[in-house]
């Protein structure tokens, strides 16, 4: 298949056949993503079906601007000595403000996550879902990189590298991330 991708293939193919084979990277690209998708809304499924540990605050998507606002002015403390549990209120902090959309104030909370630990995947992935989302797709590529580079079998990872690529108009290499995670066992 990836010989008929080749952009040296595809110019010399004549119209008709340029277009199906297109078509058909098109089609792979979207049925990868709807995979993809679904197996996320799983994951989540999974995660808001558990029990809370004790301490833990529940995410809610539908928070009001005055909480968010209360989150914003949260964010500023010392990174040094952070611990574990400064950590996680961190992190939990920057997913509430993202899932608020407030990108901005959720990767200055992310930030700090990475100068105190940065090899945390889920915050590694954050920042990557931070990034795209304020378009910086660069910044996006390099840090879901980072966080298949400490766990290779991070499937989201892939995923959300595969997007990233298509926004920037590489589908060959959109294609070869989501097919990875389609083809690959170990990843779902």
Not at 87 to 94: P, R, T, V
């Amino acid at each position: 298949m990836s010989d008929l991708t080749s952009n040296s293939t595809v110019l010399f193919l004549g119209r008709r056949k340029r277009s199906s084979v297109l078509n058909l990277i098109s089609s792979t690209i979207f049925f990868a993503e709807q995979r993809i998708a679904l197996l996320i809304r799983i994951n989540d499924l999974l995660i808001m079906t558990s029990k809370p540990k004790l301490g833990e605050i529940q995410l809610s998507k539908s928070m009001t601007s005055l909480e968010v606002d209360n989150l914003k002015g949260t964010g500023a403390r010392s990174i040094a000595g952070l611990s574990g549990i400064q950590l996680n209120e961190l992190m939990h902090k920057a997913q509430l403000l993202y899932n608020a959309g407030s990108y901005s104030d959720a990767l200055g909370c992310s930030e700090k996550v990475y100068e105190s630990d940065a090899y945390r995947t889920e915050n590694l992935l954050l920042l990557g879902a931070i990034h795209f989302q304020l378009r910086n797709f660069s910044e996006s590529i390099f840090y879901n990189q980072q966080c298949i580079r400490v766990d290779a079998n991070f499937a989201e990872a892939y995923s959300n590298l595969g997007n990233a690529l298509k926004e920037l108009g590489d589908l060959k290499g959109a294609t070869k991330f989501y097919l990875k995670v389609c083809r690959s066992p170990s990843l779902l």
